[in-house]
């Protein structure tokens, strides 16, 4: 604590400003000035010292080991200003009944138009804001928060979906909802990442080459696989158990945009992969097969996640050389044509 460089300590910039002027750079040599040699920096006003103690109390609790913020809430309130606050609950989804899991966060604009400020104040408020959150006394506080969120992620091999961590409970987040927190966590520290719909602790050259190892083994399949039949393709790791590589298989694979999750778990690579299952759904079905009817066949059998639309079938339709236009919206395979 007492090595923390001033700026990014915690501590308001005009105090820190007036601070380094006074030839002082880290949180030390701040604590053992005197009440007095506080008092008689110069610049230092009424507001800026009131702040100053403030900092210096709440330092020496924690390093007492109390923990006088509790939870988010607490810490959101002695670092933020109310309007700053508001923003970031609206930004990152803090309220549990504001929005169901999984939903989009509001955009800055809708935000915006909800305070009647611009998009660009709302940008302004949540930068200084988890900026505020980011510095080493938030932190600090925050440890116990960001330390409970580890070891869940830990437990599931390092990654969890957002859905996931909405059900979860922490101490700490004092009414918060979990997904939202670990957004806001996120966007204050590198210690938690946030990859798409997923949270992980794990280093991004380890999910990249594990997407690959994925990928490969996806195209290489004649068929469909299972997450558990792809792990096997994962890079081997010593710390990690055929339960963990089944897990973080199944995570990066259902959040994979290029890989396609079938009703029962199985998998397959959409560039190549849609096509042959829309060729062999066609073969089951009365043609010419209308456009609208093997939409809905092939939607049956996918995820809510990899279903599509009119438009991603037209264009297996239109493209795939096993398919040949009958009339609008009617399309038939050509093996089923002596003369094609």
């Known amino acids: 604590?007492?090595?923390?460089?001033?700026?990014?300590?915690?501590?308001?910039?005009?105090?820190?400003?007036?601070?380094?002027?006074?030839?002082?750079?880290?949180?030390?040599e701040l604590r053992r000035l005197t009440a007095e040699r506080?008092?008689?920096?110069?610049?230092?006003?009424?507001?800026?010292?009131?702040?100053?103690?403030?900092?210096?109390?709440?330092?020496?609790?924690?390093?007492?080991?109390?923990?006088?913020?509790?939870?988010?809430?607490?810490?959101?309130a002695?670092?933020?200003?109310?309007?700053?606050?508001?923003?970031?609950?609206?930004?990152?989804?803090?309220?549990?009944?504001?929005?169901?899991?999984?939903?989009?966060?509001?955009?800055?604009?809708?935000?915006?138009?909800?305070?009647?400020?611009?998009?660009?104040?709302?940008?302004?408020?949540?930068?200084?804001?988890?900026?505020?959150?980011?510095?080493?006394?938030?932190q600090a506080c925050l440890a116990p928060l960001y330390e409970a969120f580890e070891a869940f992620l830990r437990a599931r091999a390092g990654l969890a979906a957002e859905q996931e961590a909405a059900r979860a409970d922490f101490a700490g987040l004092g009414g918060c909802d979990a997904a939202g927190a670990l957004r806001l966590l996120c966007a204050c520290s590198a210690r938690i990442r946030r990859r798409g719909n997923l949270f992980t602790t794990l280093p991004e050259e380890e999910l990249a080459a594990a997407?690959?190892?994925?990928?490969?083994?996806?195209?290489?399949?004649?068929?469909?696989?299972?997450?558990?039949?792809?792990?096997?393709?994962?890079?081997?790791r010593p710390d990690r158990d055929p339960a963990a590589a089944r897990r973080l298989a199944g995570c990066l694979l259902e959040n994979m945009p290029?890989?396609?999750?079938?009703?029962?778990?199985?998998?397959?690579?959409?560039?190549?992969?849609?096509?042959?299952?829309?060729?062999?759904?066609?073969?089951?079905?009365?043609?010419?097969?209308?456009?609208?009817?093997?939409?809905?066949?092939y939607n049956a059998l996918m995820r809510p996640g990899s279903r599509k639309g009119a438009g991603f079938i037209l264009g297996i339709l239109s493209h795939d050389r096993r398919f040949r236009r009958q009339d609008v919206g009617l399309y038939d395979l050509r093996e089923a044509d002596p003369c094609a």
């Open 258 to 297: 290029d890989v396609a999750v079938l009703a029962d778990g199985r998998c397959f690579d959409a560039a190549t992969g849609a096509a042959d299952l829309a060729v062999e759904l066609a073969r089951a079905m009365p043609r010419p097969v209308r456009l609208r009817d093997l939409r809905q066949r």
């Open 38 to 76: 506080i008092e008689r920096l110069p610049g230092i006003r009424a507001a800026s010292l009131r702040r100053i103690r403030a900092f210096l109390d709440l330092c020496d609790r924690l390093e007492s080991g109390a923990r006088p913020l509790p939870d988010l809430p607490a810490v959101m």
């Open 1 to 28: 604590m007492d090595a923390w460089p001033l700026p990014g300590s915690g501590l308001p910039a005009r105090v820190v400003n007036r601070c380094r002027e006074a030839g002082l750079a880290t949180v030390g």
């Open 78 to 138: 002695w670092f933020l200003k109310p309007d700053e606050r508001t923003v970031l609950a609206a930004r990152f989804c803090l309220d549990r009944a504001g929005a169901p899991a999984g939903s989009r966060p509001p955009t800055l604009r809708a935000i915006g138009a909800a305070r009647a400020v611009t998009r660009e104040r709302v940008r302004q408020m949540q930068r200084r804001a988890t900026a505020a959150l980011a510095s080493s006394l938030a």
């Open 211 to 236: 997407e690959r190892a994925l990928r490969a083994a996806l195209r290489a399949a004649p068929r469909p696989l299972r997450p558990e039949d792809a792990a096997a393709a994962l890079p081997p």
